[in-house]
């Protein structure tokens, strides 16, 4: 019986686990596939990032990861929350290069998304008090969020201007340091406002057909690939979702619209929100897939929303997707890639139930966390967990979990999986970012203490912002 268990044990060691295999990612080589996806921070006042923004994302970064950084703005008509970090002023910048080195210290990819946020905002956040710009007039009406403004909608004549400040935002990245950027057409801001046909009412050469609607969006792409080198520059997109009332009637042919429309610049990649997220948190029962856009986008495809470790792993194998960006359970987890690399079932959900209905951006003081949580959809049985490792044993004395013991070699880094891969451009490998084996010695693992400190870490942050 012995026997037959340390065998598993030893195949489990020895197989390769699919997101911690390497890829490449046209210029960049990426030594595992677990992205940090996006997350809004609301921590920079003035728009300017502040220094705890160090710690945030290098705590979060591995040698020869893709990180993608919170939403920021790309012009003071972009903003609609409160403290947004920025990059349109020199100071923008500057504030931007610390944070930006600490995650290259560490070997780490990083990529700005940029965005406007255009009627998901309120005459606070603009300038003079102006209405915020969007496609359309029409005011978002949830009964929720009484503070987002009646819009005006651009004039044709202005919407170059808007997407020069996109250009000059991605040009600005780049002297910050960042790799790239990754535009944000996702979860109803003002890039969805124009692809969307519940939002998009415009009867000019931006609104009507899906070309016409799909137009300010490719503008963009366009103008920041001239800029910056499209092996520069990702984009997210969210056909299915219906943010801030930004439904489309056909998500799927929107999908596979921007698939093949982005298919001519050579992009760094596609990054798309799973259909199942109806709203940030909440993951619902559905029809549509992702794999008819993936099948049509000839890039790294880059998918989000609800992922575990598990499904990750399937979806990888199944060459389903190349990377996957994980939100929340990073949030929770800062060493996500150590405990995926452990699989260690003691990684922590947010428990967004408390959220339901509100503008989270707002109250990211109520969230708590909850550990040993098993990490699964509501429509979902947990996914049995198969240890790689020997369970953990509480050392009588001081309380706490014992370290694992880790085994020499978790992840053969030297042999990817056998999925199959459109061959690549001749890679510019960076050389700061040769294949890594991850980093070996982890801090004890206490899930109740580490839920509770950075539970403790966030209300207080963020009860201070919001709260006084
Ligand atoms: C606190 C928080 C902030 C977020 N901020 C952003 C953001 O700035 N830009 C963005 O595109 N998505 C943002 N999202 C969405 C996440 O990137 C991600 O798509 C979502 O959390 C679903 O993935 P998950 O199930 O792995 O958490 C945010 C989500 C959360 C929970």
């Known amino acids: 019986m012995g026997d037959v268990a340390d065998e598993m044990k030893q195949k489990q060691e020895e197989q390769p686990i699919p997101l911690l295999t390497p890829y490449q990612m046209g210029r960049f080589l990426l030594s595992h596939r677990i992205v940090l996806a996006p997350l809004t921070m609301t921590s920079s006042p003035r728009n300017i990032p ?17 990180l993608i950084s919170e939403a920021t703005g790309v012009s003071e008509t972009a903003q609609g929350f ?16 610390p944070i930006v080195k600490a995650v290259h210290n560490k070997g780490g990819v990083f990529f700005c998304q940029i965005w406007h946020c255009g ?24 009964t929720d969020s009484p503070e987002y403004s009646p819009p005006r909608s651009l004039k044709t004549e202005e919407i170059p201007h808007i997407v020069n400040d996109f250009k000059l935002a991605a040009i600005n990245a780049i002297k910050a340091g960042f790799d790239g950027v990754e535009i944000h057409g996702a979860h109803g801001f003002l890039i969805d406002q124009f692809l969307k046909d519940h939002v998009n009412d415009r009867t000019d050469k931006y609104g009507g057909s899906l070309e016409n609607r799909c137009r300010f969006a490719l503008e ?9 080198g499209p092996d520069r520059v990702g984009i997210r997109l969210s056909p299915f979702a219906n943010y801030f009332e930004s439904g489309d009637s056909h998500p799927l042919e929107l999908g596979l619209y921007m698939a093949e429309a982005l298919n001519k610049y050579g992009l760094a990649y596609c990054h798309m929100v799973e259909p199942r997220m109806k709203t940030f948190s909440e993951k619902v029962e559905c029809d549509y897939s992702l794999l008819p856009i993936r099948k049509a986008f000839e890039g790294t495809f880059i998918a989000a929303g609800g992922y575990d470790r598990e499904e990750g792993n399937r979806v990888v194998s199944e060459n389903r997707v190349n990377l996957v960006a994980y939100g929340r359970l990073f949030l929770a987890n800062p060493d996500l890639p150590k ?14 139930k408390k959220l339901a209905g509100r503008n989270f951006h707002h109250r990211l003081h109520s969230i708590s966390l909850h550990a040993s949580k098993p990490p699964c959809g509501p429509h979902q049985t947990p996914p049995p967990l198969v240890p790689l490792l020997e369970p ?3 050392d009588p004395t001081t309380k706490m979990a014992k370290e694992p013991k880790v085994p020499e070699k978790i992840c053969n880094m030297e042999e990817p999986i056998a999925v199959p891969t459109k061959p690549i451009a001749p890679a510019l490998v960076l050389p700061s970012v040769a294949v890594p084996p991850i980093a070996p010695a982890l801090p004890p693992i206490v899930p109740t203490n580490d839920a509770m400190m950075i539970n403790a870490e966030i209300e207080s942050r963020e009860a201070k912002k919001w709260c006084g």
Do not use: C
């Open 50 to 66: 502040g220094p705890e923004a160090i710690l945030q994302y290098s705590e979060k970064t591995t040698k020869g990861a893709l």
């Open 82 to 97: 409160p403290s947004m970090p920025g990059i349109w002023t020199k100071e923008q910048i500057e504030a931007w290069k």
């Open 119 to 142: 009627r998901v905002s309120n005459y606070n956040l603009q300038p003079n008090g102006q209405s915020p710009v969007s496609s359309t007039e029409k005011t978002i009406s949830s």
């Open 220 to 228: 963009i792409v366009d103008a920041i690939s001239n800029a910056i």
């Open 339 to 352: 405990r995926f690399e452990l699989n260690d079932p003691s990684y922590l959900i947010f428990d967004f």
């Open 392 to 394: 953990r044993s509480i």
